[in-house]
RNA sequence: GCGGGUGUAGCUCAGUUGGUUAGAGCGCGAGAUUGUGGUCCUUGAGGUCGUGGGUUCGAUUCCCAUCUCCCGCCCCA
């Protein structure tokens, strides 16, 4: 027997309904918000997320997918959605598009990690990506299309954590000041946030081991380091949120991990699911345009974990609704019977039933148990009598009642 | 990349202190006076006991290795 490959999770036909659930609330919410769709490739070059997403990151420095291709290409299979569609933004000349250009996309993306609970190598994201504006009000709008789309999907146990890392202007300010007071503490420091020290003190603050989280409280704060320009625009997306009735928590300790953001970041996370905690997570990132090659060009957005909202939807008894179910199953006794039911079902789903028939010549009582099994409401059978009297009877899966209906009077009699 | 756990039927799991044909429940198939489902009953199919070595007269059971899946670290959605 040939397995799938590890961290990959196939979805069966029984459960595939789900996923849709989480899809239509995805479209239907960007869909609100005129957010259209943007389809990019599966693979990018390589460069595309050295330069995107930051060569000192963690994702590009032991997580991608990356090999040669036969022409001699360095290829990565993408690892998140936003470096793809700024590359697309900026080769299609999106700037010159009516802006705010606002996109979204449900893509897979890949990572080679050790999966576990919500993790895995493949998994997929419903992301959302703004361009051509700076102002707060933008930040806001992002939020609360990511708030909605949680609300469409039933999902009430979660939070949200916002913060502002600032420009490229404070963040270095604040950066001598973070290092300043790490050198003092550098001792205490875990062996990881020895090294984060020089590469990216910023970690630090994200820290889980106890001592560093005891430094990373006495921390000084990037909020206070803000320039005026960052304040004034998180003081505004804050006052958005509030009056749109968005609750949230200031956490000046979240940090993302990929280099591309600014200003404005957030998570939306739970303790349902385990480790892998972040849902939602997103931001600003006013320099990756730029960094790709395009001119001087803001955007803001975020990416969902579809498997980890599945995750959550499960762990908080969130109800989906049902998959469609078969509207009628008509059941032929004998080979003529069959032939005529072959029509019928054929005439119903022309007419937007869903019907289904026989296929395997099975008897009366198997077909029964099989409708019953495919959750059908009506089972309507035709033998030889009701052959001859153009007639098929129709029994109510739910009561058992049974009906003589003419053939030509079944879709009525199927619609109401 | 590092740690802990795990691996027996499609699924959930028993079991063998090493000994002839390896079990249950669920699911699946067939049947219960041959034109009727969901309950009950009868019956059937389905496992080289993760894989490869080793110890042994004999291993699914003991030992070693390896892989898998699960959980955690790291990181992120």
Not at 28 to 37: G, P, R, S
Not at 175 to 194: P, R, V
Request: aromatic residues 10%; neutral net charge.
């Amino acid at each position: 027997m040939i397995n799938i490959p590890k961290g990959t999770k196939d979805v069966l036909p029984q459960d595939s309904y789900k996923w849709r659930f989480v899809e239509n609330a995805a479209r239907e919410t960007a869909k609100i918000f005129n957010v259209k769709e943007i389809r990019t490739p599966t693979f990018e070059h390589t460069e595309v997320f050295l330069r995107g997403i930051g060569e000192t990151t963690d994702v590009v420095n032991k997580e991608m997918y990356t090999f040669t291709d036969k022409g001699d290409r360095s290829i990565t299979l993408k690892p998140e959605g936003t470096a793809g569609v700024a590359r697309a933004f900026v080769e299609n000349g999106l700037s010159n598009s009516a802006l705010p250009l606002k996109t979204y996309y449900i893509t897979s993306c890949f990572r080679y990690e050790r999966p576990q609970a919500g993790r895995l190598r493949e998994f997929h994201q419903f992301g959302v990506e703004f361009f051509g504006s700076y102002s707060a009000e933008t930040d806001a709008e992002v939020i609360i299309l990511a708030k909605t789309f949680l609300e469409k999907l039933g999902l009430t146990d979660y939070v949200l954590n916002i913060n502002s890392i600032g420009c490229k202007e404070c963040r270095k300010e604040y950066h001598a000041a973070l290092k300043e007071y790490l050198k003092k503490n550098f001792d205490a420091l875990c062996k990881n946030c020895k090294e984060r020290f020089e590469k990216n003190p910023l970690r630090v603050l994200d820290c889980k081991e106890e001592e560093c989280k005891l430094i990373a409280a006495g921390a000084p704060s990037i909020l206070d380091y803000l320039c005026d320009d960052c304040k004034a625009h998180f003081e505004k997306v804050k006052k958005l949120l509030t009056a749109a009735g968005v609750k949230f928590n200031v956490n000046d300790k979240i940090v993302r991990g990929l280099d591309y953001y600014t200003k404005t970041v957030f998570e939306f996370t739970t303790d349902c699911i385990g480790a892998q905690s972040t849902v939602l997570g997103g931001g600003r990132y006013d320099g990756l345009i730029e960094e790709l090659g395009g001119g001087k060009m803001p955007g803001i957005g975020f990416a969902a974990g579809i498997e980890r909202l599945l995750l959550l939807t499960e762990a908080t008894g969130v109800k989906i609704p049902d998959d469609e179910k078969v509207q009628i199953y008509v059941a032929p006794i004998g080979e003529t019977a069959a032939f005529k039911c072959f029509e019928i079902v054929n005439d119903l789903r022309a007419n937007g039933i869903i019907a289904e028939t026989d296929h395997l010549g099975r008897g009366i009582k198997s077909q029964f148990k099989y409708a019953d099994k495919i959750g059908a409401k009506y089972v309507a059978v035709m033998g030889e009598d009701e052959l001859n009297k153009g007639e098929i009877k129709v029994k109510s899966m739910a009561d058992g009642n049974e009906t003589f209906v003419k053939v030509e009077n079944l879709l009525n009699f199927i619609k109401g």
